[in-house]
Structures are given as C-alpha cells and as structure tokens.
C-alpha cells in the first residue's frame, strides 16, 4: 500500500491567486495522478506526472493554468493559477500499484471567493 | 478512454435489504473493474476488484462481472446506514494510466 500525505486540506482563496497542492508519497512511485471533483460530481482526471518529463494533460486541462511538478518520485505539486470561481473544486493526488488498488491523498477543498 | 456509465441516483434502500448498483461500460477490451467507495468530503477508497467473469463475493459485498453484456455490479447484502455514500465503477487501467471513473451512484441506507 501506498500513504500519501496531501496538504492543505482546504483553502479559501481570492480570485485571480494561485494556489500550489503538495502530495507526498511514502514510497517511490512513477506514475501520480491530479483529478478534480467538482460539487456532486466524479473525478475528472486532470493530468499525470511522471518524474523526469512534462506531465501530459487531459482535454480541457492546460499547463498554464494547471501547472505541475514532479522533481522526485515521491512528491508532486499542482499549482491552480490565476483562480476564478469556477475552480472551486476538491483537488485529490492518486498513486497507483500497477493494476490493482489506487491510492489517494486526503484531498484539498478549494473555494474560490 | 474506457468509458463507464452510472446511474448517478440517489437510490435509496432500507436498511438490512440488498442494494444493487450497476455500472456498463463501452470498451470491450476491458478485463478487470474496481469498485470504489466515496463517503461525502473524503477520498475514494477501494471495497471490491473483480479480474474474471462472474461473481466475487467478500463479506457482504459481491460483485458481478458479464463480459458479455458489458456490465459489472456490485451487490451489498443487509445494507447499513453506514454504507451511505457514493459507489465509483471504474475499469483497471493499463499501467501507468489513471482510473477512469463513472459518474457513481450516491447509496442512501435509511434507517
């Protein structure tokens, strides 16, 4: 199994800010995912990291506005960037062990005013 | 993308009778599925993973697979109030790739 550790857990931010989400893994990984959950809904996959490359991004998701990091294969950041209202969102990291259980960071509960 | 449909509910039960949630899916290449489980303002956690056709059964959960019909549920037997929340269907990815989720169908036990 995999324990991630994700913060901050929530935020309340002025629009027009950027925000960076940290999740840190305590083993190494080579692939972390970034989703978002908007209010009712699913987790829509936003992009994945791989240590070393760009992270490659899902339609509707681009790296100016969501841009991530991933300097070593146990950590990774997501930064939200110049926020509007519509970003507010539950932000969730994810690891996986080959094709069996994903794993998930406790989320970060992002409001945007 | 392997894309899977939900009903996204709420289907409500009453406790102690079975709940049945039922996830089809368009790829046919598909082998294995996972079940998540998702209680309000907290992270997906895993319940069930179902790798051959047929049933797999743990505790009070059992889920079905039907490669034929391209469906895949999940049974869970004397329901509990406790087992209220959102239940994600999503195929096992290839390595490397994230889950694609389906929309989930929100559960809700009344007492």
């Known amino acids: 199994s995999a324990v991630i550790s994700q913060k901050p857990s929530r935020d309340i931010c002025q629009r027009g800010t950027s925000l960076t989400i940290q999740c840190q893994v305590d083993?190494?990984?080579?692939?972390m995912f970034w989703y978002r959950q908007q209010p009712g809904q699913s987790l829509t996959l936003i992009a994945t990291?791989?240590?070393?490359?760009?992270?490659?991004?899902e339609s509707g998701f681009v790296i100016d506005k969501f841009p991530i990091s991933r300097p070593n294969l146990t950590f990774s950041t997501l930064t939200v960037s110049n926020m509007s209202p519509e970003d507010s969102s539950i932000y969730l990291c994810?690891?996986?062990?080959?094709?069996?259980?994903?794993?998930f960071g406790q989320g970060t509960r992002l409001t945007v005013v | 993308q392997k894309e899977v449909e939900q009903n996204s509910g709420p289907l409500s039960v009453p406790e102690g009778a079975i709940a049945s949630l039922n996830c089809t899916y368009s790829?046919?290449?598909?082998?294995?599925f996972f079940w998540y489980r998702q209680y309000s303002g907290k992270s997906p956690e895993l319940i069930m993973s179902?790798?051959?056709?047929g049933d797999k059964e743990d505790g009070r959960f059992t889920a079905q697979l039907n490669k034929a019909s391209q469906y895949v549920s999940l049974l869970i037997r004397d329901s509990q109030p406790s087992d209220s929340a959102t239940y994600l269907c999503?195929?096992?990815?290839?390595?490397?790739?994230?889950?694609?989720f389906g929309k989930g169908t929100s559960l809700l036990v009344t007492p």
């Open positions: 179902i790798y051959s056709n």
């Open positions: 790829d046919r290449g598909s082998q294995s």
């Open positions: 994810s690891v996986d062990q080959g094709d069996t259980e994903a794993f």
């Open positions: 990291a791989n240590q070393g490359s760009e992270a490659t991004y």
């Open positions: 083993s190494q990984v080579t692939m």
């Open positions: 999503a195929p096992a990815p290839n390595s490397g790739y994230a889950l694609n």
